[in-house]
T-cell receptor
Framework: GAVVSQHPSRVICKSGTSVKIECRSL??????MFWYRQFPKQSLMLMAT?????????EQGVEKDKFLINHASLTLSTLTVTSAHPEDSSFYIC???????????????FGPGTRLTVL | AQSVTQLGSHVSVSEGALVLLRCNYS??????LFWYVQYPNQGLQLLLK??????LVKGINGFEAEFKKSETSFHLTKPSAHMSDAAEYFC????????????FGKGTTLSVSS
């Protein structure tokens, strides 16, 4: 099956610093990647949709200047949390969309997530 | 617009018992439905998906789900629970439009006791 990796898996940073999280599709090309945020014991909330070579589309309420997304290649998307604050502490998960060859369905494969803790 | 409702935020079963996790959806277009499992501090793993090919879908780890249009349901079942099945389970819906993200339910925590 398709494999998606995230790096780092866990990061602790000081308030006011920026943190970059990488999401890679290892054995396939993904024209679309998604970034989700998950609070403890809650569901995944979509933050933004990232299309290769174009600007990301952010969900309502997500600050695009705070959560910078870059999708420079078909296998890599990055999320940068700028000027992080304790309330940004969360589990960030990316996914890559694969359109099946038959075109009848699409499936998202998820990365293992990145645990961000802002002190 | 699409949405997913998972009935029961927490389900507890004994090892060997039937597992039933409920999911109802709302969609204005033919839906594509998914079940994902999440183990602690890990990402989501696809269990199975409904793509309109067959209403009874078999997935990994002995799980299966049945799409019932008349009931707008896609409940997940497993005949006999194992301790290793304890995890968080998410039902999700997609419209399969280009670039459309998954809409997730709030999740159901499955506990399995010996």
């Amino acid at each position: 099956g398709a494999v998606v990796s995230q790096h780092p898996s866990r990061v602790i940073c000081k308030s006011g610093t920026s943190v970059k999280i990488e999401c890679r599709s290892l054995d396939f090309q993904a024209t679309t990647m998604f970034w989700y945020r998950q609070f403890p014991k809650q569901s995944l909330m979509l933050m933004a949709t990232s299309n290769e070579g174009s600007k990301a589309t952010y969900e309502q309420g997500v600050e695009k200047d705070k959560f910078l997304i870059n999708h420079a290649s078909l296998t890599l998307s990055t999320l940068t949390v700028t000027s992080a604050h304790p309330e940004d502490s969360s589990f960030y998960i990316c996914s890559a969309r694969v359109l099946e060859t038959s075109g009848s369905t699409d499936t998202q494969y998820f990365g293992p997530g990145t645990r961000l803790t802002v002190l | 617009a699409q949405s997913v409702t998972q009935l029961g935020s927490h389900v507890s079963v004994s090892e060997g018992a039937l597992v039933l996790l409920r999911c109802n959806y709302s969609s204005s277009v033919p839906p594509y439905l998914f079940w994902y499992v999440q183990y602690p501090n890990q990402g989501l793993q696809l269990l199975l998906k409904y793509t309109s090919a067959a209403t009874l879908v078999k997935g990994i780890n002995g799980f299966e789900a049945e799409f019932k249009k008349s009931e707008t349901s896609f409940h997940l079942t497993k005949p006999s629970a194992h301790m290793s099945d304890a995890a968080e389970y998410f039902c999700a819906v997609s419209s399969n439009q280009a670039g459309t993200a998954l809409i997730f339910g709030k999740g159901t925590t499955l506990s399995v006791s010996s």
